[in-house]
């Protein structure tokens, strides 16, 4: 619970007009900040969705779907699976439009609820407030506790604490990186090189270690930081947001003047307890006004409406508002910016679902091999060594095989046995020999031939490739 009444001085506030910001002097000298937890409706309910964000980002690389993890972000091979469905390298415009309607939805959220999505659901949020603070809660004790032991010096106390902290956080940063990789590189595949000796995998395990010491730094050291100096997100919310967008406010009309005192006279409901300041994660005073610092996790609401009830007055004088409201004017959702975000989202969704319905079951693609163009084989004949690529995006299993019907006289001669078998999503990669007579060309230096690749669901697909030749 927010204790009520603390002094300025001991609340993290711009000490000097040349401090950068409330974490970070003038010097650049990093100023650690102990936020107070706040108990209350906001709270609990982002306890509750936190939880289930946890869950939920360790699931998404190990549930299936279809056969494939529900996410997989397979940057090497270039596909992207989101909920059983794949992008293939082929697939750059579908991709494109998913990443732009994926941006403009971000853009549309923030232009209504400025940065819930930072408060409520942001990773580096959930686990810092609901994994990595509370077991420091629970070895190095309260705020003003732990804030009085850091300043002393290093006693057994100090040590075996932070000693037992840290060893937890390690723990917990290894599971995390190994998590954050699964994302990258399939759960499979990860067991694997988790189960084998790191001997057999020193890459992966250089890689994993890390990940794991960049997630330990960022929970144990950088906090807030990340959201106030290195994320670009932060950046954009001013323009991004509005005077009608909701956010976590001060309603200054009703705690303006500010004071303390039993009487309260002209006095605002604002009581200058600090209990605001002291529960807010990136050190912010919300009663300046909006701050680029704000990542609205609603901590304030809670410790405000607690100081309300005590002293008798009504909740919310932080609240979720807009600049608008707090202003008496009616704020609107519909607006020029959310309803163009609106229409392109719609507009985005349209082409999306057109361009997947128009998607070919199987991906074909036929190429020159390296080396020479052609050959001339003893017999006077010409052969050109091709490369047949072919993808299958269905969920099912296939066979297919391939042949050549132009010219009639061309004889195509695959590398390995057909029919060859296809695994959904599954790639395969075929060598073969396109062998023509000379007179094929016709006197040019080129013939165009085609082939067909016959699947076993029935699907016929034709393709044409030309092929090189002596000039006459
Ligand atoms: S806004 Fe609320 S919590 Fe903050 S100082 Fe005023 S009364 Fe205290
Ligand atoms: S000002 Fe309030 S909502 Fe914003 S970060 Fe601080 S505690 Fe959270």
Request: aromatic residues 10%.
């Amino acid at each position: 619970m927010a204790s009520q009444f603390v002094p300025a001085s001991e609340v993290n506030v711009l000490e000097s007009p040349e401090d950068v910001l409330t974490t970070l002097g003038a010097d650049g000298k990093r100023k650690w900040i102990y936020p107070t937890p706040s108990r209350g409706n906001y709270e609990k309910r982002r306890r509750i969705l936190g939880w289930a964000l946890i869950a939920l980002f360790v699931a998404l690389p190990i549930v299936h779907i279809n056969g494939r993890p529900a996410v997989l972000l397979d940057v090497a091979s270039r596909e992207f699976t989101f909920f059983g469905f794949t992008f293939f390298p082929t697939d750059t415009f579908l991709l494109m439009i998913f990443g732009i309607a994926l941006l403009t939805g971000i853009v549309l959220l923030t232009a209504l609820w400025g940065r819930v999505w930072c408060g409520w659901a942001c990773p580096q949020t959930v686990y810092l407030e609901f994994v990595y603070r509370p077991i420091e809660r629970v070895i190095e004790g309260k705020e003003h506790v732990r804030k009085r032991r850091d300043a002393g010096p290093w006693n057994l106390d100090k040590i075996w604490r932070k000693a037992l902290k840290m060893s937890i956080y390690v723990v917990i940063s290894v599971a995390l990186a190994h998590v954050f990789v699964s994302y990258f590189t399939s759960w499979g595949r990860l067991i694997h090189w988790m189960t084998g000796p790191p001997t057999e995998h020193w890459g992966v395990f250089v890689l994993m270690a890390g990940t794991a010491g960049l997630v330990l730094f960022n929970f144990a050291f950088f906090r807030e930081q990340m959201c106030t100096i290195t994320c670009p997100y932060a950046r954009m919310q001013s323009v991004l947001m509005d005077e009608d967008s909701t956010i976590v406010s001060y309603d200054f009309n009703r705690g303006e003047p500010r004071g303390r005192g039993k009487e309260r006279g002209e006095l605002g409901d604002c009581v200058d307890c600090f209990a605001c300041v002291r529960t807010c994660p990136t050190g912010i005073d919300i009663r300046d006004g909006l701050q680029m610092e704000c990542v609205a996790c609603t901590q304030c609401i809670d410790a405000c409406d607690d100081i309300m009830d005590k002293v008798g007055k009504p909740r919310g004088l932080i609240r979720y508002t807009s600049e608008n409201e707090l202003e008496g004017i009616p704020s609107r959702k519909a607006r020029p910016r959310t309803i163009v975000y609106v229409g392109l989202l719609l507009a985005l969704s349209t082409i999306f679902t057109i361009a997947i319905a128009g998607r070919q079951a199987y991906d074909v693609n036929v190429g020159r091999a390296t080396g020479a163009p052609f050959t001339e084989l003893p017999d006077g004949t010409i052969a050109n060594r091709l490369r047949f690529r072919v993808r299958n995006q269905t969920p099912e299993a296939t066979s297919f095989s391939i042949s050549v019907v132009e010219p009639t006289s061309a004889e195509l001669r695959i590398v390995g046995t057909q029919p060859v078998e296809l695994g959904s999503d599954q790639m395969k990669r075929l060598e073969s020999w396109v062998v023509v007579p000379k007179t094929a060309f016709g006197g040019a230096s080129q013939v165009t031939t085609t082939f067909i690749l016959s699947f076993s669901d029935g699907v016929e697909q034709k393709v044409s490739f030309t092929l090189l030749g002596p000039s006459r």
